[in-house]
């Protein structure tokens, strides 16, 4: 079943205001770790499953990237991101990830950042992004932690006086599937899956992993957000760089 939350209005106003909406990169968490697994961008073709605004897709154009597609099943997502964009080396498509049909061996990279955790089937989104890439291309994806998607609640057990966080429960680990979760007071539907699960997926496809990273707050933000502290104490993304392997 195909979610698009971020065409309801209150939604997507919401999400508006959240800082990494507002700021773009650098105000993302995880973004430090993230960069840093990405390969180089210049000269290849580029696709962003799930592109939101935008932020990565212009960043690969930044990086000498020849070309990006971004794609995105929210409309209103797209009207934005097209909003914040004047490159015409960057092209936005209003499409699903599952409904993703590009010719096989046309694609240099393929990127997503927190999209893949709605979708039901991990193991398509891979062949397809397989399918897709050049030998020797990169996939370099992010997505809420199984840590983090393990409970529907995804929150903290709060103390008596329900602001300090006491600890992170983790429950039905094991159990994958669909979750009803709240985000930004609305029920969204994601999908919990394992760690081994998201790299078993990966190398059955034919995909090499490269590197695993579970986020942790930046020095930087550390500072400035006395309340990032506590992301010390669980991950909440989960980011892996895999690689077509070359034809012998």
Known sequence: MKQNKYDDNHFFQAYSEMDRSKKGLEAAGEWHILKEMLPDFKGKNVLDLGCGFGWHSRYAREQGAESVIGTDISERMLTHAKELTNDPGITYLHQAIEDVDFPEESMD???????????????????????????????????????????????????????????????????????????????VTKYHRTVSTFMNGLSQAGFEILRVEESVPSEEMLKKIPEMKHELRRPMFLMIAAEKKEKS
């Open 109 to 187: 990279i393929v990127i997503s950042s927190l999209a893949l955790h709605y979708i039901e089937s991990f193991d398509s989104v891979c062949e397809k992004v397989y399918a897709i890439l050049k030998p020797g291309g990169s996939f370099v994806f992010s997505v809420e932690h199984p840590i983090f998607t393990a409970r529907k609640e995804q929150d903290w057990i709060y103390d008596k006086t329900g602001k300090e966080p006491l600890h992170w429960p983790v429950d039905n680990y094991q159990i994958e599937g669909k979750r009803e979760a709240s985000f930004l007071n609305e029920t």
